[in-house]
Every structure is written in C-alpha cells, then in structure tokens.
C-alpha cells in the first residue's frame, strides 16, 4: 500500500430497540421515518507513515457521516468514527459505532520490511457520548477488530468547546487509547521469522494502554451546512506499544498530525 490515506470511514446500520419500533408503529411511522442528515467532506493532514513512524507523509481522508437531526446542534470531532445513536437521551447517548482499517504493508514504509502484512478490515462495536455541561464532552469507543485484528480497541476522549466568535468554535482536550493483544500482535509484534528477515528484535506483546496526549481543533461555520476546521494532534505512545523492537528500534513514541478539513452537510427527510 503505496501513500494511500488512513481512512476512518466505515458505514453503519442501526436497528431501533422494539419499544421504539411499537411506539412508531403505533404513530403511524416507520422507525427511520423523520429528520435525517448527511455530512460529507474531505481532511488533508500531515500524520506518521505509519503507527510508531519516526517520519511523517501528507495524506488525506474522506469524512461522512450520518444521523438523525437533533433540537440543537451537538459538539463533535474528527476523531469520533461513523456512528449511529440507538439510545438518546439528551445528555447522554450510546449506540453502535464502527471503523475502516486500512492494510498495512512494507511499501508504506522501509522499516516495516521484514514484517507480516497487515490486511485490512474493519472495527465494530458500541460508543457512549457523555454530556456533563454544555461546553464539556465526554466519549467512549469499544470496537472489536475484523480480519486485520482480532484485538479489542477502546478510545477515550474528553473536549471542552466553547465559541470565541459567533461563527468560530475552539475545542479540545486529553485522548488515550487501550487494546488487547491481539492489536499489537498484528501492529507491533515481532516472531522469530519476522525478526530474521527485518533485523529487529523479537517481541510478543500483551495487553495495555496504546497511547495519551491531547488534540485541539479550530472550526469555522461558514454557512449554516458548510464548515471547515484546522486540527493539532499528539500522542505518546505507551506500554506495549512503546515497547515494541519496532518503536525501539526504527521509529518513535511521539506522534504528530497537523490539517485541515472542510465539510458540507445535507437535510432530508424520510417518511
């Protein structure tokens, strides 16, 4: 996989819960029936060639995402993957959340020659938004890996939003990741025959905290359906990951992505 972008993007159907589809029946509706939107846009940033890279690349991702429309608008970011809220309750939301893996191969970058391909596949699991002020957010994202990983993955993230212009909002706040070893086995594992034929040292890792840092993002609202943003990212990689003969050896525990990103939004309705 030459230069290709790291795509968070994947495509998620929800069902309703059956107290919900009887209270629609009820009414006369179908439970997709009401006030839908859809947002579409492109980011292009500078991140790591890969994870542990020393070194970055420009990349870019698209960005799409859909949902129901809400009585007021609510604070999200570029980290938050694709999701659908089965559970809503103003302060507090939960749903289904899934996630593109890309592959992973040798040609993104030298230091990974040697090293198993890691196919891609997808991450699919469950999300929870938590909103403790109207200026303070707090989500959780568990995903269980498809065909690239069998690992468990899980996000944590915190963002303080406020408005310091009527059309311009500052955001952000600390991140940390955790996973399961089947994870890092696939992204920072070393067997004996992958150690013979890239140079590193063997390594078998076990389950822990992936990373910690903290991203900041300025948003500008163009119009009421366009809006574009530019966005800092860092983390530090820790425990097994940092660990790894392939951070150790040919990459680094800091990770930067610095970009940009422009997104348009679409309403409709379903009967």
């Not at 970058?109 to 699991?125: D, F, P, R, T």
């Amino acid at each position: 996989m030459s230069h290709r972008s790291v795509v968070s993007i994947s495509l998620a159907i929800a069902i309703s819960s059956l107290g919900s589809a009887a209270a629609a029946q009820e009414s006369g509706q179908h439970f997709w029936s009401g006030d839908w939107y859809l947002s579409v846009g492109v980011a292009g940033f500078s991140a790591p060639k890969f994870e542990g890279s020393s070194h970055n690349e420009f990349k870019f991702s698209p960005l799409i995402s859909v949902g129901r429309q809400g009585a007021g608008q609510r604070f999200s970011s570029r980290n938050d993957n694709p999701s659908f809220a089965l559970v809503d309750k103003g302060a507090f939301r939960a749903g289904i959340v899934g996630k593109f893996v890309p592959s992973r191969d040798d040609s993104d970058g030298s230091e990974l020659k040697g090293l198993k391909k890691v196919k891609w596949g997808a991450e699919a699991g469950a999300f929870l938004d938590v909103y403790p002020t109207d200026f303070l957010r707090a989500r959780a994202e568990v995903r269980q890996g498809i065909r690239s990983h069998d690992g468990i993955v899980a996000d944590l993230a915190v963002d303080a939003f406020t408005d310091i212009a009527p059309d311009l909002q500052l955001s952000g706040g600390p991140r940390a990741t955790f996973a399961t070893s089947g994870y890092y086995d696939a992204y920072y594992g070393v067997n004996a025959k992958q150690a013979a034929a890239s140079g590193l040292d063997p390594y078998k890792p076990s389950s822990g905290i992936q990373s910690y840092g903290a991203g900041m993002a300025l948003t500008w609202k163009a119009t009421e359906n366009l809006s574009a943003s530019s966005f800092l990212e860092y983390e530090r990689l820790a425990g097994p990951a940092a660990d790894s003969s392939l951070v150790r050896e040919r990459g680094s525990k800091n990770q930067v992505l610095v970009g940009v990103s422009a997104t348009y939004k679409f309403n409709f309705s379903l009967q």
